[in-house]
C-alpha cells in the first residue's frame, strides 16, 4: 500500500545553523506534499506545502524541494530559532476521488540554543 | 473563524469498556477525518467523510471502532470495547473542499486505556 518514510527521526542542530528533513514516497501518484509542525501537546499544523508541478517553494526561512522522478522531497529550515523545535511530517496525498493523505512517522527535531 | 473543537481532551478508561469522541468540524468545512496518532508516530487516518458519506475507512478496526457524521457536520467516533493498543492520541480534521489539501486539526482526545 501507500507509505512515507522520513529520515532522520530525530535531529538537532545548533541555533542558527540550518536542518534538512527528508521524506520518500511509494505511491506515484501521489501530487501533493505538505509538511506539518506539532508542538509538545499541540496539534499538527500546516507550515508549508508543494504540488507536483513544482519542484521547489520558498517561505521566509523554510523551503521545501521536490524530486517527483526519485520520488522524494525535502525540508530545509535556515537561521533555526529555539521556536522551530518540534516534530515535523511530511506527507503525500493523490488527487483521487477522496484526496487521500498519508503521513509519515515524524522528525524531532531540537534546537539548542 | 473558530477552529476544529473536539471533546473530550483527555479520557482514561479500562481495556474493553467503550468511549465516545466527539468533533465538530470548521464551519462549512464538506471533508472530516479522524486520526489515530500513537505516541512518536504519525497521524493514521481511521475514516474519511466527505459530507455525511464515508468515502474511506480502510484502516478502521470496525469489529471495534465506528463512526458517523449525522447531516454531514458534527462527527463521533465510538471505540467498544477498548484495548490496550487503543491508547493514542485522536485527531479529528476537517477541510473546505475537496481540491483544496489543507486539512485543519483540533486539539485531539489523549486516550489512556489501563
Known amino acids: 500500500g501507500e507509505n512515507v518514510e522520513q529520515h532522520p527521526s530525530t535531529l538537532s542542530v545548533q541555533e542558527g545553523d540550518s536542518a534538512v528533513i527528508k521524506c520518500t514516497y511509494s505511491d506515484s501518484a501521489s501530487n501533493y506534499f505538505p509538511w506539518y509542525k506539532q508542538e509538545l501537546g499541540k496539534r499538527p499544523q500546516l507550515i508549508i506545502d508543494?504540488?507536483?508541478?513544482?519542484g521547489e517553494k520558498k517561505d521566509q526561512r523554510i523551503a521545501v524541494t521536490l524530486n517527483k522522478t526519485a520520488k522524494h522531497f525535502s525540508l530545509h529550515i535556515t537561521e533555526t530559532q529555539p521556536e522551530d523545535s518540534a516534530v515535523y511530517f511530511c506527507?503525500?496525498?493523490?488527487?483521487?476521488?477522496?484526496?487521500?493523505?498519508?503521513f509519515g512517522p515524524g522528525t524531532s527535531l531540537s534546537v539548542i540554543p | 473563524e473558530a477552529g476544529v473543537a473536539q471533546s473530550p481532551r483527555y479520557k482514561i478508561i479500562e481495556k474493553r469498556q467503550s468511549v465516545a469522541f466527539w468533533c465538530n468540524p470548521i464551519?462549512?468545512?464538506?471533508?472530516l477525518y479522524w486520526y489515530q496518532q500513537i505516541l512518536g508516530q504519525g497521524p493514521k487516518l481511521l475514516i474519511q467523510?466527505?459530507?455525511?458519506?464515508?468515502?474511506?475507512d480502510s484502516q478502521l478496526p470496525k469489529d471495534r471502532f465506528s463512526a458517523e457524521r449525522l447531516k454531514g457536520v458534527d462527527s463521533t467516533l465510538k471505540i467498544q470495547p477498548a484495548k490496550l493498543e487503543d491508547s493514542a492520541v485522536y485527531l479529528c480534521?476537517?477541510?473546505?473542499?475537496?481540491?483544496?489539501?489543507?486539512?485543519?486539526f483540533g486539539p485531539g482526545t489523549r486516550l489512556t486505556v489501563t
Open positions: 467523510f466527505q459530507n455525511n458519506g464515508v468515502v474511506d
Open positions: 508543494i504540488r507536483s508541478n513544482v
Open positions: 480534521a476537517s477541510r473546505k473542499e475537496r481540491g483544496r489539501y489543507e486539512q485543519y
Open positions: 464551519s462549512g468545512h464538506a471533508t
Open positions: 506527507a503525500a496525498a493523490r488527487s483521487t476521488s477522496y484526496d487521500k493523505v498519508i
